[in-house]
């Protein structure tokens, strides 16, 4: 069984950071992609980054430039940085990863975080 565990959300004033982390747990021979999304209410959930086992990263045009996606292959934790927060990036941010759980399977599954709000406001 896999569990990823989010950390980091909260309430911030507009202008102000936060960082998200996300662990990933149990039967997990390899991790590949790691990413975030997030939803907002009465939205679809959406894309914000992803980060691959090499390191390459990709943003959402609305976050470029103010979150930084990483992560510690070592602990298999993803985080998000977010600094410069506008009250539209209130919603709930969830964690996803692709892991491969078993050696003698190559088959690679999505799971997901619980998801941890965010909110900007002041």
């Known amino acids: 069984q896999v569990q990823l565990v989010e950390s980091g959300g909260g309430l911030v004033q507009p202008g102000g950071s936060l960082r998200l982390s996300c662990a990933a747990s149990?039967?997990?021979?390899?991790?590949?992609?790691m990413g975030w999304h997030r939803q907002a209410p009465g939205k679809e959930r959406e894309l914000v980054a992803f980060?691959?086992?090499?390191?390459?990263?990709n943003y959402a045009d609305s976050v470029k430039g103010r979150f930084t996606i990483s992560r510690d292959n070592a602990k298999n934790t993803v985080y998000l940085q977010m600094n410069s927060l506008k009250p539209e990036d209130t919603a709930v941010y969830y964690c996803?990863?692709?892991?491969?759980?078993?050696?003698?399977?190559?088959?690679?599954?999505?799971?997901w975080g619980q998801g941890t709000q965010v909110t900007v406001s002041s």
């Open positions: 149990g039967s997990i021979f390899r991790v590949n992609v």
């Open positions: 980060i691959t086992s090499d390191g390459s990263t």
């Open positions: 996803n990863a692709h892991i491969r759980p078993w050696a003698y399977s190559g088959t690679y599954y999505s799971y």
